[in-house]
């Protein structure tokens, strides 16, 4: 079993940066997939960024691209969500999760695929 704890969410205006961390409680045995998914209020789960295990692939959402960018750290064992020129419409709880590169082929874009999730970090961006 693996617990994802996120940190790093906080108050900002909008043009402003925010780093969000993502720490496993131990290391898992076998490799893993890991992103970052986001939730406003009154709306579903949304996609923002993820990465492979060799950090050689990254995915992200159509309106983070350009603005966002997800890393890993294996020494770590965290992943990071580094954002910049937020916007009002960013505001939501995000959350990070990860999956385990077993069996079938997993889409790094949809949440269903991910086995742990982190229990969100509350980013809120004024105008």
């Known amino acids: 079993q693996v617990q994802m704890v996120e940190s790093g969410g906080g108050l900002v205006q909008a043009g402003g940066s925010l780093r969000l961390s993502c720490a496993a409680s131990?290391?898992?045995?076998?490799?893993?997939?890991a992103g970052w998914f986001r939730q406003a209020p009154g709306k579903g789960r949304d996609f923002v960024a993820a990465?492979?295990?060799?950090?050689?692939?990254?995915y992200y959402a159509d309106y983070v691209k350009g603005r966002f960018t997800i890393s890993r750290d294996h020494d770590k064992n965290t992943f990071d969500l580094q954002m910049n020129s937020l916007k009002p419409e960013d505001t939501a709880v995000y959350y990070c999760?990860?999956?385990?590169?077993?069996?079938?082929?997993?889409?790094?874009?949809?949440?269903?695929?991910?086995?742990?999730w982190g229990q969100g970090t509350q980013v809120t961006v004024s105008s």
């Open positions: 999760a990860a999956f385990l590169l077993q069996g079938p082929q997993k889409e790094y874009t949809e949440a269903r695929f991910y086995d742990y």
């Open positions: 131990r290391r898992t045995f076998s490799t893993y997939g």
């Open positions: 990465i492979s295990w060799s950090g050689g692939s990254t």
